[in-house]
Nanobody, 114 residues
């Protein structure tokens, strides 16, 4: 059974940082590209970042370049999203996605507010 479980969300002040984690199971994680998406209240889900199976190819939503960092640990079947210099507009539910198996996590809420 393919499963993605996100964690690490929460309430953070503007300018703060959070690291999200997504633990994968039920498929060959090390062979799969992984992505992060987010969905803000009242808005459509949008792409955040992608990392190739071995981590050698990474890309980000243009507006997030320089603040967000995607990484993965294939030994732990986990993909991460380090979010720095957070802004109120980063408030959203963040989702992990494995396009190969077509799997989504349940999401983790991030709220950036003073």
């Amino acid at each position: 059974q393919v499963q993605l479980v996100e964690s690490g969300g929460g309430l953070v002040q503007p300018g703060g940082s959070l690291r999200l984690s997504c633990a994968a199971s039920g498929f060959t994680f090390r062979s799969n590209t992984m992505k992060w998406y987010r969905q803000a209240p009242g808005k459509e889900r949008e792409f955040v970042a992608v990392i190739s199976s071995a981590g050698g190819s990474i890309n980000y939503r243009d507006s997030l370049k320089g603040r967000f960092i995607i990484s993965r640990d294939n030994a732990k079947n986990t993909v991460y999203l380090q979010m720095n210099s957070l802004k109120p507009e980063d408030t959203a539910v963040y989702y992990c996605n494995a396009p190969g198996p077509g799997a989504w996590g349940q999401g983790t809420q991030v709220i950036v507010s003073s």
